[in-house]
Nanobody
């Protein structure tokens, strides 16, 4: 049984930093791309960042230069380092395992999702 569990969310002031973690079990983690998405109240879920099986990352324009995705295959965990956070980054952040070695900006290309972790950025 595949499990995806996010952690690390919280309340932070604008300009601050958080690091999200996404621990997985039940899949051959090293062979899968991973993605980070977020959903703010009243908005659709959107792609934030992804990292493919060989640790090549990609980012949404809105977070480029501020967020960094990384992975530790030994720990079967993917991370999202978020710096210079803005109030508009407030959302529930979800981690997901791709159906193949690549990440995608399309959420339908992911087979397993975590429960989400709340990130709130105050002014």
């Amino acid at each position: 049984q595949v499990q995806v569990v996010e952690s690390g969310g919280g309340l932070v002031q604008a300009g601050g930093s958080l690091r999200l973690s996404c621990a997985t079990s039940g899949l051959s983690f090293e062979w899968y791309g991973m993605g980070w998405f977020r959903q703010a109240p009243g908005k659709e879920r959107e792609f934030v960042a992804g990292i493919n099986w060989s640790s090549v990352p990609g980012y949404a324009e809105s977070v480029k230069g501020r967020f960094t995705a990384s992975r530790d295959n030994a720990k079967k965990t993917v991370y999202l380092q978020m710096n210079n956070l803005k109030p508009e980054d407030t959302a529930v952040y979800y981690c997901a395992a791709s159906v193949n070695t690549q990440y995608s900006t399309d959420g339908t290309s992911y087979s397993h999702w975590g429960q989400g972790t709340q990130v709130t950025v105050s002014t």
